[in-house]
């Protein structure tokens, strides 16, 4: 069973937007804290956002002040907003729960370039 479904990556020049999303099942997103991941090639997994049900909301320092999660809880479905993109910003994006469920879904890959 499908349970995390990411999409909307794709490739961008430096200075550019994405909008990702990611659709989870009911029982997943009625964990209380939901996050996007990111893991370039031979580098750990990375913590970039976080949102709980209410819509209490962090982020890792890289990406504050670009970067914007948000959820719609009707939906299932959270995204993540990305701005003034940077090559540093490459990565293989994925959806799950804080702590992480045992599976990941495949992700959506970003890739900025100038």
């Known amino acids: 069973q499908v349970q995390l479904v990411e999409s909307g990556g794709g490739l961008v020049q430096a200075g550019g937007s994405l909008r990702l999303s990611c659709a989870a099942s009911g029982s997943i997103f009625s964990i209380n804290t939901m996050a996007w991941y990111r893991q370039a090639p031979a580098k750990q997994r990375e913590l970039v956002a976080t949102i709980t049900i209410a819509g209490t909301t962090n982020y890792a320092n890289s990406v504050k002040g670009r970067f914007t999660i948000s959820r719609d809880n009707a939906k299932n479905t959270m995204y993540l907003q990305m701005n003034s993109l940077l090559p540093e910003d490459t990565a293989r994006y994925y959806c799950?729960?804080?702590?992480?469920?045992?599976?990941w879904g495949q992700g959506t890959q970003v890739t900025v370039s100038s």
């Open positions: 799950n729960t804080v702590p992480m469920y045992t599976f």
